[in-house]
């Protein structure tokens, strides 16, 4: 089994910042590209950004130059620093890994159970 398992996610004022983490756990075998989505109440969920295992990222437009991300390939552990937050960025973010579990098995992602980020005006 395989666990991604959130935390930093908070209640902030527009203006502030905010790291959320996540940690990916269980029978690993190789872990591809990691990331964040984000969903907003009535709203599609949304790749916010992406990092591959050599560092390589992308972000959607809204949240550039305003936040980043990182991983630690030796602890399987990704993370999205948040600055800059408003309003709009208040959503439930989900992280999540693209992984194998086995030699010779396919990649598919795997989900973390998500963490309320809330941006008051």
């Known amino acids: 089994q395989v666990q991604l398992v959130e935390s930093g996610g908070g209640l902030v004022q527009n203006g502030g910042s905010l790291r959320l983490s996540c940690a990916a756990s269980g029978d690993i075998f190789m872990i591809d590209d990691m990331g964040w989505y984000r969903q907003a109440p009535g709203k599609q969920r949304e790749l916010v950004a992406s990092i591959t295992p050599d560092g390589s990222t992308n972000f959607i437009d809204s949240v550039k130059g305003r936040f980043t991300i990182s991983r630690d390939n030796t602890k399987d552990t990704v993370s999205l620093q948040m600055n800059s937050l408003k309003p709009e960025d208040t959503a439930v973010y989900y992280c999540?890994?693209?992984?194998?579990?086995?030699?010779?098995?396919?990649?598919?992602?795997?989900w973390g159970q998500g963490t309320q980020v809330t941006v008051s005006s």
């Open positions: 999540y890994a693209d992984l194998t579990t086995a030699w010779g098995t396919p990649r598919r992602n795997y």
